[in-house]
Every structure is written in C-alpha cells, then in structure tokens.
C-alpha cells in the first residue's frame, strides 16, 4: 500500500501552513487516492470558528478534499509543486455536510476521478471521521501554469 509523508505532500502541493490541509496520504493509485486531515485543537480557525464551541468550518473540510484531489492529479501526472504552477478550486456540487468535525477528529477522505477534460479535473469524495460520512461533494479543480 503506497503512502506518503507530510514532506512528500508539500513536493506535489504549492499550498503551506496555515492552508495545507492533507497530514498524511495512506494509499492511492492513478485514479483514487485515501488521506488523512488530523483536526488540532490548535488550529488558527478554532479562535473564532467558535471559541465556545470548536467546529472545523466545513469549506477547510472541502478545500481538504480538493487538495486530495489535487495530490491525486499531481501524482498521475508525475507534477511537482513549483512556483510555476498553482492548483485552482473551480467548482463545487451535490455537497453535503452530514455531522459536525471537532479537535481531536481524524478525517479520512477518500477521492476518485470522475473525469479529466484538457487541464480540468472532476473528482468525487467523501470525508469521514470513524467511518462515519460528514461530507461528500463533486469538485472541479485545475492547474495553471504561471
């Protein structure tokens, strides 16, 4: 079961602290690819996303499953990060949202190619934390040449 490291995550995406959002990938193939998103207690969000009652804003648990995505193109692909290219979010449907994630959760996100048009990509995934959905969503994304 291949897998990859933070460190090697950070040689596909261009994204850094505070926006990385993929901790670790547990397995992938051309065509599908398992992440996880450990959610810290210490995030920046948690400071106003409630201080009363902590929720991971479920747009970070979207960008999360694009940049899965995005891993997922970027090793098909055999692509680097570099500061030439830049992954873009171009879309989003059919989200839904079924729970709430707190600190201490460990998203699980599991992403598939839909289809791949030129530079787009459609990719459909589902969050989970304990083997329970908390969100699932089609999502197009492209990368860019600068």
């Excluded at 995030?43 to 009363?52: D, K, L, N, R, T």
Aim: glycine share 4%; hydrophobic share 45%; net charge negative.
């Amino acid at each position: 079961m291949p897998s990859l490291s933070t460190i090697e995550i950070k040689e596909l995406l261009p994204h850094r602290y505070p926006m990385l959002m993929i901790d670790r990938v547990v397995d992938y193939s051309d065509d599908s690819l398992v992440a996880i998103k450990a959610v810290s207690v210490n995030e920046p969000v948690f400071q106003g996303h409630f201080p009363h009652w902590p929720v991971f804003p479920g747009v970070l648990i979207l960008e999360s499953m694009v940049q899965a995505s995005a891993i997922m193109a970027s090793l098909a692909l055999g692509a680097k990060s570099d500061d030439n290219r830049v992954y873009l979010f171009a879309g989003v449907d059919k989200a839904r949202f079924k729970r709430q994630v707190i600190p201490g959760d460990c998203i699980r996100i599991e992403t598939r190619t839909v289809r791949k048009i030129k530079d787009m990509w459609k990719t459909a995934a589902d969050a989970k934390v304990d083997d329970v959905i908390v969100c699932t969503a089609e999502m197009l994304f492209t990368f860019q040449e600068l």
